[in-house]
Structure formats: C-alpha cells, structure tokens
C-alpha cells in the first residue's frame, strides 16, 4: 500500500519508533560520515559531513535542499572507480549526468537518496545515539572524541537470540524454514510484551490492513481484535455477509473452519476468514457462555465511513463506520450542508465504529471544539501528557448534538465522543465504549511487511483514562436486537428535540 498513507497513521513523529534495541557503539570515536538517530528525540536525525565535522540536521521536509549543500559533485563514470568511491566513503555525493544523491557508508555501500526511499534507507543506515553525545563539541570534528552513551544493555540478549539462529542452521537435523523461524520469533518477542495493539503484518496483511481503513476488502464483514487474549468481534458492519448471518459485536471467535483460535493473534484469524468471494467460512462463536457454528458467504465489502440521512424536525443523523483519511473531508461536506439547511440537530452515531486515524478524530473533533484540546497523549519517555488541539472552524459548535455509542465504539471513536462529552457539547447515549485508550505507530519494512507498535497511551481533555475501561454515557439503554424498535436512536432523536 502506498508509504505517504501508511505513515500518516495515528499522529505519531515523522520516524515513529525506527529501531527496537540500541547498538553496541562503546568502540567508535569518530562521528563524522554517519547518520545518527537521536533516540531521546524520537525522529530526529543528523548527518555529521566528514570534511569539516558539522552537523546538520535531516528533515525530510528540507533534506534535498540540505542535501545539495553538502553533496560532493562527481561524474557518474567516477562511481565505477573504486579508488574515487573509497575516498567518497562517509559522503553524500552527487552524480552530475544523472542528477542522483547517493550516501557512501563507511565500508563503501551505496545508497540512493530520493523521494521514495528516503525514509527506508535513513531508517536503515542511522544509529542510536543520546542527545548529550552529539551537543558534547560544536562542531563535532572528525578527529573529535566522544564519549558514547549509548545503551548496550541488550546487546546480550541481541548475541544470544544470533547465536541460537546460527546453530540451528548449522546444525539441526532438519530442513531450517528461514522465513517460519523469523516469523515465530517476532511472534514471541511481541507476545511477551502483553499488549493485544503491538502487533506485525506480512505484506498481504499490511495491504490488508490498510484497505479495511479505507473501506475496501474482501471478506465477511467484521473488526476483530484480541481482547484478553482472545479474538474477539469488535464490530459487525451493516448490510454485510457477517450481519446477514447474525453475528454480533462481543461474539468471541473460538475456532475458524474448526480451527481453535487460542494463542492465535488477529493476523491469523483475518488470513482465515478471508477468502474468496462466495466462498464459506464456518465460525464457532462463543456468546453468553453458549457455542454456536455460523456459516458465513464471503462477499466483497465496501463501506463509505460517512453517511447521512434526514430526520423531521431539523435534524440531521450522520453514522460514522470508521475513522479513515477521507473521514474529515466528509464531514466538513456534511457540516457545510447542515449550515445551509439551518439544522436543528445532529445526532451522531459512532456505534460500532472500531476508530481508525487519530488525525482525522482530531480534525472532526474540530468541527465542535474551537482550537480546544482533544486529547492528550503520553508516551513513555514524557512526564506529563502533551496536549493535542483541534484545528479548523468549529462549525457545529452552537447545534445541539447527540452522540450514540456501545461496545463497539472504539479508539478514534472513543477519542471523539470522550472530548464532546468533556466539554459538555453533546450528550453521549448508549452503552460504554470498547476501552482502547493507546495510540499505535505504523511503520512499513522493506519487503512490505509491517508493524504496529503501541507508543503512547491516551486521555480525554480532562484527563480521563479510557483504557480497559471505556467510556460511560450520559444516559445508558441497552441495545435489544429482539425488538423492532431502535431505543437508543429514539432516546438520541427525543434529547436533540
């Protein structure tokens, strides 16, 4: 899927987390010809040139532009000489035929530097290193000698984990799956750390990934996600094969075509229930202690994450499916109708809706906070949460609005109806919220792969925790799929009038 979508996922710095362990660097005196990721700023990264010893640092906003400042201008057919790459070693150069920038590393490998690969390759080449490190002399001369700090800590447990690899390629006695192996140890490394949002996808599942956001995929049409360890229906979209056969939200997937799900994370489980188009899956449910086998038709599924209709009296019923990139778009289409028709009400219904982009809750967010705090945010390395605002016109501001919630409200959803509650904008109607109060990076490997990392945790403007707890309505009613009557919508329609 393509990088500029997937890196603007979930409000997180440019870099989001670039490197799992630091790197033993106790040996290297000498700065200079590298790219360094400072690991207390989390996305900053600087080039020390070899010639004089300065700093700059890279954006990817202004790279280019430093790039062609700093770069040693050579002619292609140089390149092919390896007396004239070795002394380019630990420089940024610049072809003169065919205008490309390329960084020489320090043992002679090339790489190209463009618009596409920017990010991969200086997430590739950097190293770890503390702020105080690369303030200790200014400007940091190639003979200069620093005193690394960085943590080598987990060096013994990096060597251990290569060690067993190379022995069982050396010497197990059968045929060694590279590629099961690897994946199995991600797995583990990631079980480990107990939390059901870190989580890694293949390539076909990032792609995956990335078009249940937007709205596109082939499959039944659930949100699943681990909740406790166990793979759960977080919501079951409208008009889809998964509502036609009468799952629900809560429905807990123990086996998939009779296969058990426990230990099984949601990657697995979406590989399996996904397929082709009319073909079958056989889910054994677990709901209200009860087994049931459902059978479901595959489909091909598509969802617009806004839609509206019209209810007498003014007011207008807007259901929000997801939080996707075009989300806020639609709204403000929608905001913008909503004025010129004079309306009366709004009724908001975010039942169901899993969440999505934490950018897009915060610019819908906008349409009713005036440059108010939607959220704040808190990672691990911050003492207090940071504050994140709203921005825009908050056009909807002075119509009253209710907010309709269950279950299966959940993330960005969480985040929206927890900021219009907290400033008393709208009343929230229901049943209590999923309870995801975590944000999650989303950074993509270069064989397509991906991973999702849990950053930072998250709080309403008030400093409310959501997570494992869920937000609380105003008023509760529960749903009851027996009847024919919709009393939350009815309860929602009564408060706006």
Do not use: C
Not at 182 to 192: E, F, P
Not at 238 to 254: F, H, M, Q, V
């Amino acid at each position: 899927m393509k990088n500029n979508k997937i890196n603007k996922i979930l409000e997180i710095s440019l870099f989001g987390i670039l490197f799992l362990f630091s790197f033993n660097l106790a040996s290297a005196k000498d700065l200079s010809g590298r790219f360094w990721l400072d690991v207390e700023n989390r996305g900053m990264i600087w080039y020390i040139n070899p010639d004089d010893g300065i700093k700059y640092e890279i954006k990817i906003s202004n790279a280019f532009e430093t790039f062609g400042s700093i770069a040693k201008k050579v002619d292609d057919k140089d390149l092919t000489s390896s007396k004239i790459t070795n002394s380019l070693k630990g420089r940024i150069i610049y072809t003169n035929q065919s205008k490309k920038y390329i960084y020489i590393n320090l043992v002679g490998k090339r790489y190209e530097l463009n618009q596409n690969n920017l990010l991969a390759i200086l997430k590739q080449i950097s190293i770890g290193i503390k702020s105080n490190d690369l303030n200790a002399s200014t400007p940091v001369k190639a003979s200069a000698t620093i005193n690394l700090r960085v943590d080598t800590s987990q060096d013994t447990y990096l060597d251990k984990i290569t060690s067993i690899w190379n022995l069982l390629k050396q010497k197990y006695a059968g045929s060694v799956d590279l590629e099961k192996a690897s994946q199995g140890a991600i797995d583990g490394m990631l079980k480990s750390l107990g939390d059901d949002y870190t989580t890694f996808f293949t390539a076909t599942s990032s792609t995956s990934f990335i078009d249940d956001l937007n709205g596109n995929f082939e499959g039944i049409g659930v949100e699943i996600s681990l909740k406790n360890n166990i793979i759960t229906i977080v919501s079951v979209l409208p008009g889809t094969p998964a509502e036609r056969a009468g799952l629900k939200n809560n429905d807990i997937i123990s086996a998939i075509d009779g296969k058990s799900t426990t230990l099984m994370n949601t990657e697995d489980a979406s590989k399996l229930i996904r397929g082709k188009v009319g073909s079958e899956v056989v889910l054994t449910i677990t709901r209200s202690g009860n087994l049931l086998s459902i059978s479901v038709i595959r489909g091909s599924i598509h969802f617009d994450s806004v839609s509206t209709s019209s209810i007498e009296g003014g007011i207008t019923y807007i259901k929000m499916r997801s939080f996707s990139l075009n989300s806020p778009e639609l709204m403000n289409k929608v905001a913008d109708q909503i004025l010129v028709s004079n309306g009366k009400g709004i009724i908001l219904d975010l039942r169901g809706n899993p969440g999505g982009y934490l950018d897009s809750a915060k610019k819908i967010a906008g349409l009713w906070i005036d440059n108010g705090v939607v959220v704040k945010q808190k990672t691990k390395d911050q003492s207090e949460p940071v504050d994140m605002k709203s921005s825009g016109v908050a056009k909807l501001k002075n119509i009253k609005t209710v907010v309709l919630v269950d279950g299966g409200s959940a993330s960005a959803s969480e985040i929206l109806a927890g900021a219009l509650q907290d400033y008393g904008i709208a009343k929230i109607v229901g049943e209590k919220t999923y309870g995801k109060g975590s944000v999650q990076d989303f950074s993509t490997l270069n064989d397509g792969s991906s991973i999702k990392i849990t950053i930072a945790k998250w709080f309403t403007p008030r400093g409310r925790t959501i997570d494992k707890i869920g937000i609380n309505p105003d008023i509760e009613i529960l749903y009851d799929s027996n009847l024919n009557i919709d009393s939350q919508l009815n309860k929602a329609i009564e408060l706006v009038k």
